[in-house]
Nanobody, 130 residues
Framework: QVQLVEFGGGSVQGGGSLRLSCVAP???????MGWFRQAPGKEREGVAA??????????TYADSVKGRFTISQDSAKNTLYLQMNSLKSEDTAVYYC??????????????????????WGQGTQVTVSS
């Protein structure tokens, strides 16, 4: 079982930045990890996904965050990060870290689909004021 713990959320003004972290003690190589978010009254949305295989790192981003958010992983620390810059009010949501239960390759559309993931953190709130 993979246990995930997110932290780093908070309240910021529009245009500001936050860095989210996800500690995964059960991390193993060749596993997809992702960030998802859910705003009140809206469906859970895939934000970014990361997959590392040897020296090859693959990242996938939702169109709404491209150029503003960056996903990265420090395998030595078993930690996944989401750097969020130029934040907008529409970025307000609870952000969740997730991991897949297999090591299989997934196309981008599946990497950003919450149904592809088996393990989830508790979520951390991000609030962006106008």
């Amino acid at each position: 079982q993979v246990q995930l713990v997110e932290f780093g959320g908070g309240s910021v003004q529009g245009g500001g930045s936050l860095r989210l972290s996800c500690v995964a003690p059960g991390y193993s190589s060749r596993r997809y990890m992702g960030w998802f978010r859910q705003a009140p009254g809206k469906e859970r949305e895939g934000v970014a996904a990361f997959y590392g295989y040897g020296t090859y790192d693959s990242t996938t981003y939702a169109d709404s965050v491209k150029g503003r958010f960056t996903i990265s992983q420090d395998s030595a620390k078993n930690t996944l990060y989401l750097q969020m810059n130029s934040l907008k009010s529409e970025d307000t949501a609870v952000y969740y870290c997730a991991a897949t239960g297999s090591h299989a390759y997934m196309p981008a559309i599946q990497a950003l689909d919450s149904r592809s993931y088996n393990y989830w953190g508790q979520g951390t709130q991000v609030t962006v004021s106008s």
